[in-house]
């Protein structure tokens, strides 16, 4: 059974759209899952899609449980930074929830740690929730270096946040290896990373403190292998990736995590 601190922890779930889905079927994937969220599911829900469609999505969502996120976001507010998003422009459309530090935009964009700190404090003066993602490579990983790796990572994302606004920050562990390469990461496996994140938090802050955090899985998600990590107390939901295109497996995993929410 849950204790009292984890119990607080209310399971969430987000969809990364990524780079994917034309605006028409942006819409008809929406327009079905705001459907499916008619259900009492006790469980929160977000979804991320390009910036392109956000207006779109933010209209069609009015009212509805669902909150909608970007998948990135600029630390300045204004200037000459072409093909970037600040968060002013973010916050004027309505958007409550941004994702920073994904290993796309660490592995492929090269964000370094300090880029990713300055997010994480732009996003939080302007009352956003963040959703910092870690996790490591196979090589790192290979090298038994996993929790070393990610604890630097978690170190540097949070460098001179305060106790007030670190607990408004959803972590979510990114197994990088583990990600389209056909290789698994265990329930355990999973576990013992976010135990690690949770154990970094105490040490910073405090055990009331970290209690209070959620900290995500997200690595090639499904509903046929999700229910082994969203089953743990450890694990506050999932960031998920290419199954929330589609709007039937998305409800699915969602009511894996509502199905954990009442019988952990």
């Known amino acids: 059974m849950y204790n009292n601190d984890i119990m607080k922890r209310k ?16 819409q008809d994937l929406i327009l079905k899952l705001k459907s499916e969220s008619e259900k009492k599911w006790d469980v929160d829900i977000a979804v991320c899609p390009p910036y392109i469609y956000l ?3 933010l209209n069609i969502l009015k009212g509805s449980k669902i909150t909608v996120g970007a998948q990135n976001m600029y630390y300045k507010e204004e ?13 004027d459309i309505g958007i409550q929830m941004v994702i920073i530090g994904h290993s796309e935009r660490r592995q492929i964009f090269k964000e370094t740690d300090s880029e990713i700190n300055l997010k994480v404090k732009a996003a939080l003066q ?13 090589g790192t990983r290979e090298k038994g270096k996993a929790e ?5 990572q978690v170190t540097n994302g949070i460098k001179d946040i305060s106790k007030n606004d670190i607990e408004k920050i959803i972590f979510a562990y990114e197994p990088i290896w583990a990600i389209g390469t056909g290789k698994i990461c265990s329930g355990e496996d999973a576990v013992k990373v976010n135990k690690a994140i949770r154990n970094i938090l105490k040490e910073k802050y405090s055990t009331e403190i970290s209690n209070k955090i959620r900290i995500l899985y997200g690595g090639s998600i499904k509903s046929a292998n999700f229910g082994e990590h969203i089953s743990n107390e450890d694990i506050d939901g999932g960031l998920v990736g290419g199954a929330s295109l589609k709007a039937e497996e998305f409800a699915k995993i969602i009511d894996l995590a509502d199905k954990a929410m009442v019988t952990i």
């Open 55 to 57: 207006a779109q999505v």
């Open 79 to 91: 200037g000459a930074f072409t093909g970037e998003i600040s968060p002013l422009m973010l916050k």
């Open 148 to 152: 070393e790796y990610v604890t630097q």
């Open 126 to 138: 302007h009352d956003f929730t963040p959703v910092l993602c870690i996790g490591e490579d196979l």
């Open 11 to 26: 399971k969430i779930i987000i969809g990364n759209w990524k780079m994917n889905l034309s605006l028409p079927l942006a």
